[in-house]
């Protein structure tokens, strides 16, 4: 399940403003990732529409790690 973590900090770090402020949390045994960004990078993570986001949980479901593992962005 780091794998599927790392992933996503990475994928997220590449398009925000503020990489520090990135925290990806594994909860629910592994079956669920809630990312934390910076508020002002919140919109760049969600995208129009939710088009960044699930681009982010399209790439985490094809990879082998994060299959089963949902990605919930939380405030």
């Given at each position: 399940m780091a794998?599927?973590?790392e992933l996503v900090e990475f994928l997220t770090k590449a398009?925000?403003?503020?990489?520090?402020d990135i925290r990806?949390?594994?909860v629910d045994d592994g079956e669920m990732i809630e990312l934390e960004t910076a508020?002002?990078?919140?919109?760049?993570v969600i995208g129009r529409?939710?088009?960044v986001a699930k681009a982010l949980r399209t790439v985490l479901g094809a990879s082998r790690h994060g299959r089963d593992t949902k990605l919930?962005?939380?405030d």
């Open positions: 794998d599927a973590k398009i925000v403003s503020n990489p520090d990806a949390n594994v508020d002002e990078d919140r919109g760049r529409q939710g088009r919930e962005i939380v």
